[in-house]
């Protein structure tokens, strides 16, 4: 079972950058689709952006579109999320998930590995 480590959430001003890391202490997952999920209190989780395995196609929520950027560097088994322009909406939980298919997704339920989440709050 691979799981997945978040680190890079924190408290920021609207306007402002983070900085998203994921890995997986042990395992690879160079294979995989890689996913970045948030969830804001009350409200379900929802899809953020996706890197397939060999980092040729992502794709991305239209929230977040043109702000937020997702990479990964299969060598040091690490996935990212470089998040700009930080809205007070963005504010949320942040997931980091795997998924083994062979066809990517945003679907929350098909991906099989989670970590245990890093806030990032944006204030006005």
């Known amino acids: 079972q691979v799981q997945l480590v978040e680190s890079g959430g924190g408290l920021v001003q609207a306007g402002d950058s983070l900085k998203l890391s994921c890995t997986a202490p042990g395992r690879t997952f160079s294979s995989y689709t890689m996913g970045w999920f948030r969830q804001a209190p009350g409200k379900e989780r929802e899809f953020v952006a996706l890197?397939?395995?060999?980092?040729?196609?992502?794709y991305y929520a239209d929230s977040v579109k043109g702000r937020f950027t997702i990479s990964r560097d299969n060598a040091k088994n690490t996935v990212s999320l470089q998040m700009n322009s930080l809205k007070p909406e963005d504010t949320a939980v942040y997931y980091c998930a795997a998924d083994r298919s062979s066809t990517w997704t945003t679907r929350v339920r098909e991906y099989e590995y989670w970590g245990q989440g890093t806030q990032v709050t944006v204030s006005s």
């Open positions: 890197i397939t395995w060999s980092g040729s196609f992502t």
